[in-house]
């Protein structure tokens, strides 16, 4: 194995057109830092990428040095993964590129670029796909990890719209990857994560969409057992076009008021949406009822500011078998008590066209209809910590007799272990060990929710 010297170092600096941050340089404190302010990692190296030659010659440095590879698209991930200590990062961040092809509706997008950027331009040509609700998302991990949001029930995940992957592999090798020229590499990438290389660019394809009807529904907290309950009813029989959360937030701004509220999204065009959406506005006795027409991109914005970048995270989620009175009830008391107005408890619902996925078309094997339990703990003061960690664990354990055994891979926390990986990858964990030990037998990208090759959990 080759020594970490200077004369390396500059040797990898000069050969690439992007950067290389160390400790010490000016640029480096920053490029380490990503949306979860909990993370606070030291790469020996950052490597700025700023196309496919040096996202190659990055890994072939990292091998030849023995170095620990993180691989950095939009720098979401709570677990941290895409920051390593000691290794080398490979930073996607200044990787923007896209091109639209408005007349096969398709668009090509490089692994820097964030859910703001894409559907700015997607939307140019009125063209959508499903993607993070949070703007600021990254388009590569998101998608990789399966990819649910506002469009996934007249769309599916973002992994099921998923054409090609340009890809870097272990050996520094590029490939073009789709169901033709790789199939089994093609169905671990959709949903298999950060398992199988560098993902420099992806091509998904695009669905007419411009305009939505969406926001927010918001009752008083007090109210928050009949609210869950009609939610849970009026959910039963939805149509594809609309997705709807339900949860336990506080009022934007607030650290006082606590609301029950549902945030929706309805595809469809606006004399159906005002059919579909009626019950939900005419339930009880709102507080808020902001819905109306937007640009399909401003839905994914709605809610950027609960999410500021920096705010420390700890997440927890699972699926469960059904939204029980008794799950419901437990939500609620838990809502009482949560110590920062960041946080919240919200149920994402799963129904259409991800529904009608196979479990084992893709890598992403949840595919019933029912609803995501998520636990999305956000706080500012590095003080309080220890409180919300411990709230947000208490909370998770409390419900967890409700829990079905499936998981949501993008979610999971730096200590959700190999038990959390099984069940987000359920009957498909076998093959994806298989793909893992034919394209990556000696683990090279393991910093990430990681299947290993030789198959110990
Ligand atoms: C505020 C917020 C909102 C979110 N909303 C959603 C949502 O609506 N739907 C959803 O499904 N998830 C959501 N997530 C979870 C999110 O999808 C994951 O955290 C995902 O990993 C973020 O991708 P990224 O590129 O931003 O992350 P990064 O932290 O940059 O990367 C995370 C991991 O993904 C892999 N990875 C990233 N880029 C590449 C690449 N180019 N090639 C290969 N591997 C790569 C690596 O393993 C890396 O460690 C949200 C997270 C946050 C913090």
Not at 223 to 240: C, G, H, I, N, Q
Request: net charge negative; with cysteine; aromatic share 8%.
């Amino acid at each position: 194995m080759a020594a970490l010297d200077a004369a390396r170092i500059d040797a990898l600096s000069g050969s690439l057109s992007g950067t290389v941050f160390q400790p010490g340089d000016d640029r480096y404190e920053a490029a380490r830092l990503v949306h979860n302010g909990l993370i606070d990692k030291r790469p020996a190296l950052i490597a700025r990428c700023r196309g496919v030659a040096d996202v190659s010659t990055a890994v072939g440095f990292a091998r030849e040095t023995g170095l620990e590879i993180s691989i950095r698209g939009g720098g979401h991930n709570i677990a941290g993964l895409s920051v390593t200590n000691g290794g080398l990062m490979i930073d996607l961040a200044e990787m923007k590129g896209m091109y639209v092809d408005p007349q096969a509706r398709t668009i090509r997008a490089q692994g820097g670029v964030t859910w703001s950027e894409f559907n700015r331009e997607t939307a140019v040509y009125g063209l959508a796909v499903t993607g993070g609700v949070i703007s600021t998302t990254g388009v590569a991990g998101l998608t990789l990890g399966g990819g649910l949001g506002w469009l996934m029930g007249i769309h599916g995940l973002a992994a099921d719209n998923l054409l090609s992957v340009e890809l870097v592999n272990a050996d520094g090798a590029v490939l073009n990857v789709t169901a033709e020229s790789d199939p089994d590499l093609f169905w671990a990438l959709r949903g298999g994560g950060g398992n199988f290389g560098v993902a420099t660019s992806l091509e998904y394809r695009l669905h007419p969409l411009r305009e939505v009807v969406g926001g927010l529904i918001a009752h008083p907290f007090e109210a928050a057992r009949d609210v869950l309950r009609f939610y849970r009813e009026f959910t039963e029989s939805v149509p594809d076009e609309l997705t709807v959360f339900g949860g336990l937030v506080y009022a934007p701004g607030s650290s006082e008021l606590r609301l029950a509220a549902f945030v929706v999204c309805h595809a469809g065009p606006a004399e159906q949406a005002q059919r579909d959406l009626a019950p939900l506005r005419e339930f009880g006795e709102p507080l808020l009822v902001e819905v109306g027409p937007m640009p399909y991109p401003v839905i994914n914005t709605l809610l950027d500011d609960g999410f500021p970048r920096g705010a420390l995270n700890y997440w927890k989620s699972s699926f469960v078998e059904r939204l029980d009175d008794v799950l419901i009830d437990l939500a609620i008391e838990r809502f009482e008590t949560t110590p920062s107005p960041l946080n919240a408890i919200l149920f994402e619902h799963f129904h259409g066209a991800v529904t009608r996925v196979g479990v084992s078309d893709t890598a992403v094997p949840h595919r019933e209809v029912g609803y995501n339990l998520l636990l999305p703990s956000v706080w500012l003061d590095p003080a309080d910590t220890e409180a919300n960690i411990a709230w947000t664990r208490a909370t998770f354990d409390l419900v967890s007799p409700y829990f079905a055994d499936r998981r949501w891979l993008n979610y999971f926390s730096d200590d959700d272990g190999a038990d959390a990986v099984r069940a987000a990858y359920g009957p498909n964990y076998d093959r994806l060990v298989e793909v893992k030990r034919r394209y990556d037998p000696e683990n090279v990208f393991r910093l990430n929710h990681n299947i290993d090759p030789i198959g110990r959990e």
